[in-house]
């Protein structure tokens, strides 16, 4: 699912969600030359930041991981993209 930033009209394909025990939100961006267990995610925590995240490392946190975005809220100040909407790059 595609999430687009509301102010700079940047797109992230979004393929899973997480939040762990401090209610940090983790948006994991697809990648195709992602190595495990190292993933690319927008951060919700204390500012909203991008960059590389182990997973290993926040499982023993996790409190939710789903893959279904349909009832997951776009991160702040971002929003989903609908198929039928055209995507700016």
Request: hydrophobic share 40%; proline share 6%.
């Amino acid at each position: 699912m595609k999430m687009r930033n509301v102010e700079t009209g940047m797109v992230l394909e979004i393929e899973a969600h997480a939040i762990l025990k401090n209610c940090w939100e983790y948006y994991f961006i697809k990648e195709s030359n992602s190595r495990h267990p190292i993933k690319y995610a927008l951060v919700e925590g204390f500012a909203q930041e991008i960059g590389d995240v182990d997973l290993e490392e926040i499982q023993p946190y996790l409190l939710t991981l789903t893959m279904d975005l349909n009832d997951v809220m776009p991160a702040p100040g971002w929003e989903w993209v609908t198929s039928t909407e055209p995507v700016r790059t």
